[in-house]
C-alpha cells in the first residue's frame, strides 16, 4: 500500500520525522508533569518552613500574651498572632500532609514518601497538645482567664524546641526529596533531549537529499504565487526590515486601501495617507517590535492597533466608508526576521452588522429593562405621567413643525423645549425609566449645539425632529403597556392622597439610589413628615421639581464614600424631604444634603469669566447664578448634571406655581432649598 500511495522513498524521512514528534509531545508532556512537581514541591517546602517560623512566633505570642495579661495591657495584638499562627499552623500541617498522600509521584523517582509521612506525623502528635491548650483562648478572645494563658506558656515552652526540631526535620526531608526529584527529572529531560537532537539530524540529512527536487519546483510555485496575486481578493504585501514595501503584491491591495501602491514604498507613508498619521505612529511602533525576534507574535497580537480601521477617503475625495483588518505575521530565515506578511482584509459590512447589531441589542436591552421598571411603578402615577409626558413631548414636536413659519422664535422655542425635556427625563428617572431617560439625553446632546445659534433653519431640525419621534415611541411603547397594567388592577378604584404620595416617596428614593450608582457614590434617601391632600396642578408641581433637586443633591452635593470618609463623614451621604405644615395652612418642603454645600468659589470664577457683576457681590447674592441656564458646577456635561437647566426648571416651575424658594448653604456641611406653597387644597 506503501508503494500504491507513492511513499516508499519517503518511508525513512516518514518514519523519522514520527519519531521526532512522539519525542518532542514526550518532552513537551514531561515538562508539563516536572512543572507541576516543581510546584507542589515548592509548595511543601514553603508549608513545612512556616511551620518552622510559625512555632517560634505562636511561643513568642503566648509569653507575650502572658506579660500582657499579668500586667493588664491590652491583649488585642497578641491574641491576634495566636489566632492567626495557630490557624496558619493548621493550614500548613493540613497542606503537607495532604500533598504526601498519593504513592506515584514519590515512588516513580525512588522517594519513600511513607518516611515523609511519619516525620509529619510526629510534628502532628506533638502539635496537638499545644492546639488543644490554646483553643480555649480563642474561645474566649476579649478576655482569656490567666490560668488558661499560663498553661499554654507552658506547654509552649515545653514543646517549642521540640516541635520545633520536628518542623526542621520534615522540612530538610521535603527539600533532600525535591532535590532529588530534580535531578531525576533533569537526567531524563537531558536524555530525551538528545535523542531529539539526533532524530532532528537525520531528518535534516535526508531532507538535502532531496533539495534538488524542491528547486525544481520552486520556478513553477513562484509563477503560480504571480497567478494567486492578480486574483486573490485580500491584500497581500511584504513589508521589508528598512520599513519599504516589497516588490510583490496582490492587485486587490490598491482597490482596499483606495490609492496606488509602488514597489519600495514607504509603508509608514502609505499608512499615513490611508489611515491618518496617529494610527500609522502607532503601526510603526508595533511592527518594529514585530521585527524584533526575542519578542513572540501572539503576545502582541492583543495589542494589534490594526485590527479593525477606518481607511481615509482617497484622493478624490469620493470613496466609500471602508474598514479594514491588518493582520502581519513575521517572515524568518537564517534565524531573523526578514520581513512581515502584511494581509488586509476588507471588514466594513461586518463593522457595519455589528455597529447596526450593537444598536439593535441597546435598543432591546433598553425597552426591557423600561417595561420591567413599568411593573414596579404604581400604574395609576405611572399613566399620568406618561400622559403628561406625550402631552409636553407632543407640544415640542408641535412647535418644531411651525418653526418654519416663525424663523425668528427657533431660540426662544429651543430653549423652552430644552427645560421641557429635562423636566422630563428627570421625571422618568425618578420612575426608574432609565431607557427614556437615556434617550432623552441623547436628544439633549443633539440640541445642545442648537442652543447656542441664533440663525437656525428648518434643516437643522431634521435630527432634532429623528430624536424627538424615537422618545415619543417609547413613551407610547410604555404607555401601552402600563394601560394594560392599569386595566388588569382597574378593580382598586382611584389612588388616595397617601397612595399617591407613598409612589412619589418611592420614585425619589429610586432616584437617589440610581444616580448615586451610576456616579460612583453612595446616598440614602430619607423622608421626614407627610404630605397632606393636595391639588393636582401642586401635586404635579412636587413631581416635576422633587426629581430635578433630589439629582442636584446627590450630583453637586453629596461626596464620594472615600471624601467623605476623608472629611470624617460617614460613607453614605443623606437626601432629606422634609415636609411640614405652618398654622397658616402653607405647605413647606425641604430638600437638603449634607454635602459639600455650594460651590460658591467655582460660581464666582464662572461668573467673572462672563463679566457678570455678581462676581464682586456677597455670597447669597452670588447664589442665584445656580438658577440661570448654562451655568452648572458640574465638570462635564453627563446624563445627570452638566447642562444647568434642571434647577432653571425648578425656578420656572415654583414661579408658576406661586410659591417662595430660599436657599442656604454651609461650605462642606450641607445645601438646603426650602420650598413655601400658599397652602392645601
Known sequence: ???????????????????????????????????????????????????RMLTQQITKALLTLQVERTAELPIQTSMAQISQGRLGFNDSLKTLGDSLQGEFEFSLFGI??????????????????????????????????????????????????KLAGLSDDVAKAVEAAANLKTTRMREIQVTAIVLALLNFVYIVFKFL?????????????????????????????????????????????????????QAGQDFRALLTQALGAERAAEAADFMSLLFDPKVKPALLEQVNPLRVVPVQ???????????????????????????????????????????????????????????LRSLENEPALLMEFLAAA??????????????????????????????????????????????????????EEVMAPLLKRRDIVGDDLIPLAVELAQVLEQVERLHRVTERVGRLSAGAGALSPEQRQAGLVEQLSRLTDSVARDLGKKARFVLQGALPALSTDLFQTLGTVLPQMIRNA??????????????????????????????????????????????????RAQAAARGDARSDKSDLELMNMIFDPDVSTATEVSEHAGRGVGLALVREKLVAAGARLRVSTAPGQYTRFTLKFGGAA
Open 209 to 261: 537529499r532531496r533539495l534538488n527536487a524542491s528547486d525544481r519546483q520552486a520556478e513553477l510555485a513562484r509563477r503560480e504565487v504571480e497567478d494567486i496575486l492578480t486574483t486573490v481578493s485580500e491584500g497581500l504585501m511584504l513589508v521589508h526590515a528598512d520599513g519599504r514595501v516589497g516588490s510583490q503584491f496582490s492587485q486587490s491591495v490598491h482597490t482596499l486601501l483606495g490609492r496606488p501602491v
Open 112 to 161: 519513600d514518601a511513607g518516611s515523609l509521612r511519619d516525620t509529619v506525623a510526629r510534628v502532628e502528635r506533638e502539635w496537638r497538645p499545644l492546639d488543644a491548650s490554646i483553643a480555649p483562648l480563642l474561645i474566649s478572645m476579649s478576655e482569656p482567664t490567666l490560668d488558661d494563658v499560663e498553661i499554654a506558656v507552658t506547654k509552649a515552652v515545653a514543646r517549642n524546641i
Open 554 to 603: 446627590v450630583v453637586h452635593g453629596i461626596e464620594t464614600p472615600e471624601e467623605r470618609t476623608r472629611l470624617g463623614k460617614t460613607p453614605v451621604g443623606e437626601v432629606r424631604l422634609v415636609v411640614a405644615q405652618d398654622p397658616d395652612r402653607s405647605i413647606v418642603v425641604t430638600v437638603s444634603d449634607d454635602g459639600g454645600g455650594i460651590a460658591l468659589a467655582q460660581l
Open 1 to 51: 500500500m506503501t508503494n500504491t500511495l507513492g511513499l516508499g522513498k519517503y518511508r525513512d524521512l516518514l518514519l523519522a520525522i514520527l519519531l521526532f514528534i512522539v519525542l518532542d509531545l514526550g518532552i513537551l508532556f514531561f515538562n508539563v508533569f516536572a512543572s507541576i512537581q516543581l510546584e507542589r514541591d515548592a509548595s511543601r517546602i514553603n508549608s513545612a518552613g512556616e511551620l
Open 313 to 371: 477617503p482617497g484622493p478624490d475625495g469620493q470613496s466609500p466608508e471602508r474598514y479594514l483588518t491588518f493582520a502581519v505575521r513575521q517572515v524568518r530565515e537564517g534565524g531573523h526576521i526578514k520581513e512581515l506578511l502584511v494581509t488586509l482584509f476588507d471588514v466594513t459590512e461586518k463593522v457595519r452588522l455589528e455597529r447596526d447589531l450593537a444598536a439593535s441589542q441597546e435598543a432591546a436591552r433598553g425597552d426591557v429593562e423600561d417595561l
Open 390 to 443: 406625550r402631552e409636553r413631548l407632543g407640544g415640542i414636536n408641535q412647535g418644531l413643525r411651525e418653526l418654519g413659519r416663525r424663523p425668528g422664535a427657533g431660540a426662544k422655542l429651543l430653549a423652552e423645549a430644552a427645560r421641557t425635556l429635562h423636566g422630563v427625563k428627570g421625571e422618568a428617572g425618578a420612575f426608574g425609566l432609565s431607557a427614556l431617560s437615556r434617550q432623552i439625553h441623547q436628544m
